[in-house]
């Protein structure tokens, strides 16, 4: 079992900036294939970033590309999504997804461990 745990959501104006941290415990986490995903109110839950264990394979929604940036500390069993340029689309529930393998995918049904999630509210 891996338990997730998100933080650093919260408000922020159009074009700022925002960190978000997810803390993972439980099984050994270092060679977990990790995600973020983010769902609106009345949307599916899509994906938008993910991370190989050693950090060198990341992949992007094309919606985020260039603006988002996910990165993982595995000494501190952390992964981070750094979102500049903020748009009020962005504005959704973000949920950390760890995958029981180290395969990459940008499917959330392949994730076989999620967190609460952090609310994200971006305003114009």
């Known amino acids: 079992q891996v338990q997730l745990v998100e933080s650093g959501g919260g408000l922020v104006q159009a074009g700022g900036s925002l960190r978000l941290s997810c803390a993972a415990s439980?099984?050994?986490?270092?060679?977990?294939?990790m995600g973020w995903f983010r769902q609106a109110p009345g949307k599916e839950r899509d994906f938008v970033a993910a991370?190989?264990?050693?950090?060198?394979?990341?992949l992007y929604a094309n919606s985020v590309k260039g603006r988002f940036t996910i990165s993982r500390d595995n000494a501190k069993n952390t992964v981070y999504l750094q979102m500049n340029s903020l748009k009020p689309e962005d504005t959704a529930l973000y949920y950390c997804?760890?995958?029981?393998?180290?395969?990459?995918?940008?499917?959330?049904?392949?994730?076989?461990?999620w967190g609460q999630g952090t609310q994200v509210t971006v305003s114009s």
């Open positions: 997804a760890a995958r029981s393998d180290s395969w990459a995918s940008r499917d959330k049904g392949r994730y076989d461990y």
């Open positions: 439980g099984r050994t986490f270092s060679s977990n294939f």
């Open positions: 991370i190989s264990w050693s950090g060198g394979t990341t």
